[in-house]
C-alpha cells in the first residue's frame, strides 16, 4: 500500500514564489514519482479563522489558488485536490482532539505565537485561530497522511499533530492514527523566503512578494525594486551579499549548472566592480526560466474555470469518502458510534 502525503494552503490570495519553493515543487515532484497518494487541499476553513468577517476574499481567492495549484504541474488525475470546508468530518474530528490538547500547548507553539504577533491581535486573538493546530491535526490525520511537505516554519505544527496522534492512540488503546512525518525543503534557503524589501517572509500583507501569476514586466519592476546593500552605492564599492535579497534569491532558484556563474559573481560583487542591475539581470533570467511555463500554463486553465470547478468538486468528493471512513473508526473506538 502506498504511504500517504497531505499539504495544502490558506486561500488568501494568489500564491507567491515563496510559496513554490517552501512546498509547492516539492509536492509535484512527489505527485510525479508515483510512489505516494498525495491529497492537496486549499484550508478555506483555516482561512476563515481570521477572516471570519471577509469572506468574499476567501471565495475569490479558492479560483486562484486552484489556477496556481494546477499550473505549477498538480494534476488531479494523479493528486486529490479538494476544499477543506466541503469535508464536515474534518469539523468532527477537530472537536474530539480539542479535548487532548491544553490551552497552554496551543499558547507555547512558536509558529502560532509568531502569527498572532504578526496580525496585530493583541488580546483579541480569535479562537478559532488560536485551536487551528489542532484543526490541522485532523486534516493531517483523517487521511492518515504519512507525510505533510511545509516549509520549515511549520516544523511546531507538525510536532503538535504528532502529540494529537500519540494522545488519542493512548488514551483509546489504539493505532488508528497515523503519526505523521514532516517533509521538509533541502534547500534551507527556500524553507522561509525572505520579502523582496529584505523582510524575514514574503507575504501579501508586506506587499513584499512576486506571485506566481505575476507577467514578465511585474516581476522586472519587482526584481529591479529589491533590497540589496544600501553601502554599495557605486559599481566600483565593494559589496555585501549578506542580507541581499538577490543573491539569496539566486542561491534558491539557482539550478547546478548556474551554480559557477553564481559564485563568480558573488566573488566580483565582494571585490568590487559589479553593478546591482547586472546581478538584478541574471535573476530576471533565472525566475523567468523557472516561472514562464508555469504562467503559460496557468492563462491556459483560466479560460475554462467550469472545468476548475469541476475538478474541485470531484477531489472533495473523493477526499470526503476517505475522511468519512476515518471518523467512522475513530467514533467507534472511542465508543461514540451508538447505532452500529
Same mark, same amino acid.
Given at each position: %500500500?502506498?504511504?500517504?502525503?497531505?499539504?495544502?494552503?490558506?486561500?488568501?490570495?494568489?500564491?507567491?514564489?515563496?510559496?513554490?519553493?517552501?512546498?509547492?515543487k516539492?509536492?509535484?515532484l512527489?505527485?510525479?514519482e508515483?510512489?505516494?497518494?498525495?491529497?492537496?487541499?486549499?484550508?478555506?476553513?483555516?482561512?476563515?479563522?481570521?477572516?471570519?468577517?471577509?469572506?468574499?476574499?476567501?471565495?475569490?481567492?479558492?479560483?486562484?489558488?486552484?489556477?496556481?495549484?494546477?499550473?505549477?504541474?498538480l494534476?488531479?488525475?494523479?493528486?486529490?485536490?479538494?476544499?477543506?470546508?466541503?469535508i464536515?468530518?474534518?469539523?468532527e474530528?477537530? %472537536?474530539?482532539?480539542?479535548?487532548?490538547?491544553?490551552?497552554?500547548?496551543?499558547?507555547?507553539?512558536?509558529?502560532?505565537?509568531?502569527?498572532?504577533?504578526?496580525?496585530?491581535?493583541?488580546?483579541?486573538?480569535?479562537?478559532g485561530?488560536?485551536? *487551528?493546530?489542532?484543526?490541522?491535526?485532523?486534516d493531517?490525520?483523517?487521511?492518515?497522511?504519512?507525510?505533510?511537505?511545509?516549509?520549515?516554519?511549520?516544523?511546531?505544527?507538525?510536532?503538535?499533530?504528532?502529540?494529537?496522534?500519540?494522545?488519542?492512540?493512548?488514551a *483509546?488503546?489504539?493505532?488508528i492514527?497515523?503519526?505523521?512525518?514532516?517533509?521538509?525543503?533541502?534547500?534551507?534557503?527556500?524553507g522561509?523566503?525572505?520579502?523582496?524589501?529584505?523582510n524575514?517572509?514574503m507575504?501579501?500583507?508586506?506587499?513584499?512578494?512576486?506571485?506566481?501569476?505575476?507577467?514578465?514586466?511585474?516581476?522586472?519592476?519587482k526584481? %529591479?525594486s529589491?533590497y540589496?546593500?544600501?553601502?554599495h552605492?557605486?559599481?566600483?564599492?565593494?559589496?555585501?551579499i549578506?542580507?541581499? %535579497?538577490?543573491?539569496?534569491?539566486?542561491?534558491?532558484?539557482?539550478?547546478?549548472?548556474?551554480?559557477?556563474?553564481?559564485?563568480d559573481?558573488?566573488a566580483?560583487?565582494?571585490?568590487?566592480?559589479?553593478?546591482?542591475?547586472?546581478?538584478?539581470?541574471?535573476?530576471?533570467?533565472?525566475l523567468?526560466?523557472?516561472?514562464a511555463?508555469?504562467?503559460?500554463?496557468?492563462?491556459?486553465?483560466?479560460?475554462d474555470?467550469?472545468?476548475?470547478?469541476?475538478?474541485?468538486?470531484?477531489?472533495?468528493?473523493?477526499?470526503?469518502?476517505?475522511?468519512?471512513?476515518?471518523?467512522?473508526?475513530?467514533?467507534?473506538?472511542?465508543?461514540?458510534?451508538y447505532f452500529?
Amino acid at each position: %500500500m502506498k504511504p500517504t502525503i497531505l499539504t495544502g494552503d490558506r486561500p488568501t490570495g494568489k500564491l507567491h514564489i515563496g510559496h513554490y519553493v517552501g512546498s509547492l515543487k516539492n509536492r509535484v515532484l512527489l505527485q510525479n514519482e508515483g510512489k505516494h497518494n498525495l491529497f492537496v487541499f486549499l484550508a478555506d476553513q483555516q482561512a476563515l479563522t481570521d477572516h471570519a468577517k471577509d469572506p468574499q476574499t476567501i471565495i475569490q481567492s479558492v479560483s486562484e489558488v486552484a489556477l496556481d495549484y494546477l499550473a505549477v504541474g498538480l494534476d488531479p488525475n494523479k493528486s486529490t485536490i479538494f476544499i477543506q470546508s466541503q469535508i464536515p468530518e474534518l469539523a468532527e474530528l477537530s %472537536m474530539y482532539y480539542m479535548n487532548l490538547v491544553s490551552l497552554a500547548r496551543l499558547e507555547r507553539n512558536p509558529t502560532v505565537k509568531t502569527e498572532i504577533s504578526q496580525k496585530g491581535f493583541g488580546e483579541s486573538i480569535p479562537a478559532g485561530f488560536l485551536v *487551528y493546530p489542532v484543526a490541522q491535526a485532523a486534516d493531517i490525520t483523517a487521511f492518515k497522511a504519512n507525510l505533510v511537505p511545509v516549509g520549515n516554519d511549520q516544523k511546531p505544527m507538525i510536532e503538535q499533530t504528532r502529540d494529537i496522534v500519540r494522545s488519542f492512540n493512548h488514551a *483509546y488503546q489504539t493505532d488508528i492514527l497515523v503519526e505523521p512525518e514532516g517533509y521538509y525543503p533541502e534547500n534551507e534557503n527556500a524553507g522561509r523566503l525572505a520579502g523582496l524589501d529584505g523582510n524575514a517572509k514574503m507575504s501579501k500583507s508586506l506587499n513584499n512578494g512576486i506571485y506566481i501569476s505575476d507577467d514578465a514586466d511585474t516581476v522586472q519592476k519587482k526584481v %529591479m525594486s529589491m533590497y540589496t546593500d544600501p553601502d554599495h552605492i557605486r559599481v566600483e564599492d565593494p559589496g555585501k551579499i549578506e542580507g541581499n %535579497m538577490v543573491f539569496h534569491y539566486l542561491d534558491v532558484f539557482g539550478t547546478a549548472e548556474d551554480a559557477a556563474t553564481i559564485a563568480d559573481m558573488k566573488a566580483h560583487y565582494q571585490a568590487g566592480g559589479l553593478g546591482d542591475v547586472k546581478t538584478k539581470r541574471y535573476l530576471l533570467e533565472v525566475l523567468d526560466r523557472e516561472f514562464a511555463p508555469i504562467r503559460a500554463r496557468r492563462l491556459e486553465f483560466a479560460k475554462d474555470m467550469g472545468q476548475v470547478y469541476d475538478m474541485l468538486k470531484t477531489g472533495s468528493q473523493k477526499a470526503q469518502a476517505v475522511a468519512a471512513q476515518t471518523l467512522d473508526e475513530v467514533k467507534t473506538v472511542m465508543g461514540i458510534n451508538y447505532f452500529k
